[in-house]
């Protein structure tokens, strides 16, 4: 949604297994996000990238991992390392944040809800 | 570390009724937005906030900044169904790169 997309909708996946998620954006923004959140939980970031080829990591960014190789393309692998992996996983993104003094929105996909069986 | 959080955690209100939930930084914010996730669905950005005191309106809903930009508040008047989701409010990390959410009023309305 605005020009976020994330897919597949619902994913499926047996214990030990790597998985990728894709988020792809038109918006023309710098920044992309990916967040976890569990039921009736808020939001924690997971990785952010503010350019191609280059990532950080957020606060619960173990077990997962991502690339940036474009600017509209921003996947998420969670790997068999993240050991309670069943989430909602949402993708974002923003025009690149100038300090604080400049807000900037977050604009999110419609999120990718994976089970680990 | 930086911390924003949010009272209540719950709320029902039968329809018609007023909702305010309440957030508050450990940190003086710049600015602060808030986002609303219908059930099921993904956050959705409501409005930002910058000046301290500011007071915004959208129909039904009113958008407060405290004067020490470091609490906002969010009140419903009269709510409706429509409304039901949770409200997230967010402000910059103390880089300026990211965003800190809370963890979200849930509202709930009976018809």
């Known amino acids: 949604d605005g020009g976020i997309t994330q897919s597949p909708k619902y994913l499926f996946r047996k214990e030990g297994q790597n998985v990728t998620l894709s988020c792809e954006q038109n918006?023309?923004?710098?920044?992309m996000y990916w967040y976890r959140q569990d039921p009736g939980q808020g939001l924690r970031l997971i990785y952010y990238?503010?350019?191609?080829?280059?990532?950080q990591k957020g606060d619960i960014a173990e077990g997962y991992s991502v690339s940036r190789e474009k600017k509209e393309s921003f996947p998420l692998t969670v790997t068999s390392a993240q050991k309670n992996p069943t989430a909602f996983y949402l993708c974002?993104?923003?025009?690149?944040?100038?300090?604080?003094?400049?807000?900037?929105?977050?604009?999110f996909g419609p999120g990718t809800r994976l089970t680990v069986l | 570390g930086q911390q924003v959080m949010q009272i209540p955690q719950y709320q029902h209100v039968q329809e018609g009724e007023d909702f305010t939930t309440y957030c508050n930084s450990s940190?003086?914010?710049?600015?602060i937005q808030w986002y609303k996730q219908r059930p099921g669905g993904h956050p959705v950005f409501l409005i930002q906030?910058?000046?301290?005191?500011e007071v915004k309106k959208q129909k039904r809903l009113t958008f407060q900044f405290g004067e020490a930009k470091k609490n906002s508040s969010l009140h419903i008047t009269a709510t409706q169904t429509t409304d039901v989701g949770t409200y997230f409010c967010a402000g910059p990390d103390n880089y300026g790169q990211n965003f800190v959410f809370g963890p979200g009023t849930r509202l709930s309305v009976l018809p």
């Open positions: 974002a993104s923003s025009i690149l944040p100038q300090g604080t003094h400049l807000g900037y929105t977050q604009y």
């Open positions: 940190t003086t914010l710049s600015n």
């Open positions: 906030l910058v000046k301290s005191g």
């Open positions: 990238s503010q350019i191609v080829n280059d990532f």
């Open positions: 918006l023309n923004h710098d920044a």
